[in-house]
């Protein structure tokens, strides 16, 4: 089992920035990739942006446009997410989900995705 925990969320200014940050805990897992994404009020979960740790690819929505961005303490097992120029349609419960590596497919898509984060609150208010 291994749990996921993200913290940073809060209130901000459009314009203005947030750092999330993951952490996955657990007895002995692989770290395969991790990933964020997002669900607004009303809507359906969509892909924000994941790391892929065995050679750092990034893969990002194109609304992410070089606002957002993605690194990693390995040893920590721990993912940031970067958020510059928060507009209001930013606004949404932000998901880490961690992978194992045990499934194929494409890491922009939830069901590769083993486990998942409670979510933390993110409200960008013009």
């Known amino acids: 089992q291994v749990h996921v925990v993200e913290s940073g969320g809060g209130v901000v200014q459009a314009g203005g920035s947030l750092k999330l940050s993951c952490t996955a805990s657990?007895?002995?897992?692989?770290?395969?990739?991790m990933g964020w994404f997002r669900q607004a009020p009303g809507k359906g979960r969509e892909f924000v942006i994941a790391l892929r740790f065995e050679d750092d690819t990034i893969y990002s929505a194109d609304f992410v446009r070089g606002r957002f961005t993605i690194s990693r303490e390995n040893a920590q097992n721990t993912v940031h997410l970067q958020m510059n120029s928060l507009k209001p349609e930013d606004t949404a419960v932000y998901f880490c989900?961690?992978?194992?590596?045990?499934?194929?497919?494409?890491?922009?898509?939830?069901?590769?995705?083993?486990?998942w984060g409670q979510g933390t609150q993110v409200t960008v208010f013009s």
């Open positions: 989900a961690h992978s194992l590596g045990w499934r194929l497919g494409d890491l922009r898509e939830s069901p590769i995705y083993d486990y």
């Open positions: 657990g007895r002995s897992f692989s770290n395969y990739a």
